[in-house]
């Protein structure tokens, strides 16, 4: 493992099993490294994977039929897939968390937000009940929440999902993990508040020194957030590069969709061109290129072998048969 890397994910491959024993491939051979205080994106349309990556890094599919068949997650040096039980319950909340993508079914309903999120705060700390309840209300009141001693009060379904989701962002912040997973953290937030969020987490990323795998599907927020970017589909990575030369030259006929989909202020377009298509099935992947279905440029070639994942320039990825 490179010193730069903290986190290096080699060949992960995540499945889905039915009562059948058949199964259905979320994940598919998926590589790459975060290093130690970057910031990376992953991006791609609801279905590509990325939420499934994330909960794979974290191990957090015990509870699904979902089960890592190969690969490696190598943090710190370590490789997670190999800890036992109690490591990794000293790892997540400690030096790596994750911000859920849906608050109101993350959060306990049965328990006060105070008691949740003092109870992590004690767990990984040697703070005391009045210490961590302290430090719970500072960092609630950090991610914009006017009043937090009455919303540590408050049960989960008294408070928004504005609301909700920046208790989240606060409990996955409260240990300053050395590596946050977040899961489209700003998905419920106004525009303000979105804004205040982020700020925060780019605040607290180089104070701390923290790395973040910011997933998300808004590239307004890649853009100003992240120093690199991978976009997904299907279950593969598609491109990979840094985030300039991804907006200056999108190699891949799926990020070029991605990118023109998004509005510009002032081109004078009226309508905005669409992907067409939707993303396929996992039980129904194409043969070839998992994109030819969908992409104007496909050749006979890309519905029948699927191409590898080469550099294409200056640290630069793609996976299509049009640019090897």
């Known amino acids: 493992m490179s010193q730069e ?31 130690k205080g970057e910031i990376v994106g992953l991006v791609g349309e609801s279905g590509c994977g990325k939420s499934v990556t994330s909960l794979s890094i974290m191990q957090l599919l015990k509870d699904t039929p979902g089960k890592i068949t190969n690969g490696e997650v190598i943090f710190q040096g370590h490789n997670l897939l190999d800890a036992s039980k109690k490591e990794m319950l000293d790892i997540r909340g400690d030096k790596m968390s994750m911000i859920f993508q849906e608050p109101m079914s993350s959060l306990n309903p049965s328990m006060r937000i105070d008691k949740q999120m003092i109870e992590g705060i004690r767990l990984h700390t040697p703070l005391t009940k009045a210490e961590a309840r302290k430090k719970a209300a500072d960092i609630l009141s950090q991610v914009g929440i006017p009043d937090p001693q009455r919303v540590l009060k408050n049960y989960p379904h008294q408070l928004s999902g504005g609301m909700s989701q920046r208790v989240m962002i606060a409990m996955a912040m ?85 990118i023109a989909s998004v509005p510009k202020l002032g081109s004078g377009v009226k309508v ?53």
């Not at 889905?16 to 199964?23: A, L």
């Open 5 to 35: 890397n903290l986190l290096e994910v080699k060949h992960l491959r995540t499945e889905f099993f039915s009562s059948k024993k058949s199964s259905v491939t979320a994940v598919d051979d998926v590589s790459f490294d975060i290093k």
């Open 174 to 258: 409260s240990c300053e993990p050395d590596l946050l997973i977040a899961d489209e953290p700003t998905t419920a937030l106004d525009v303000t508040i979105q804004a205040q969020i982020l700020e925060l987490m780019k605040k607290i990323q180089q104070d701390k020194g923290m790395s973040i795998l910011l997933i998300t599907h808004d590239l307004g927020v890649v853009a100003e957030m992240c120093s690199r970017v991978i976009v997904m589909y299907a279950g593969k990575i598609v491109e990979e590069a840094p985030v300039e030369i991804l907006f200056a030259n999108p190699t891949h006929p799926y990020t070029q969709g991605l």
């Open 272 to 324: 905005l061109p669409s992907i067409p298509g939707s993303v396929p099935d996992l039980s129904a992947m194409p043969k070839g290129c998992r994109f030819a279905p969908r992409c104007k440029y496909a050749t006979e070639k890309c519905h029948q072998e699927q191409p590898e994942l080469l550099s294409v320039g200056e640290k630069q990825k793609c996976r299509c048969w049009l640019k090897h």
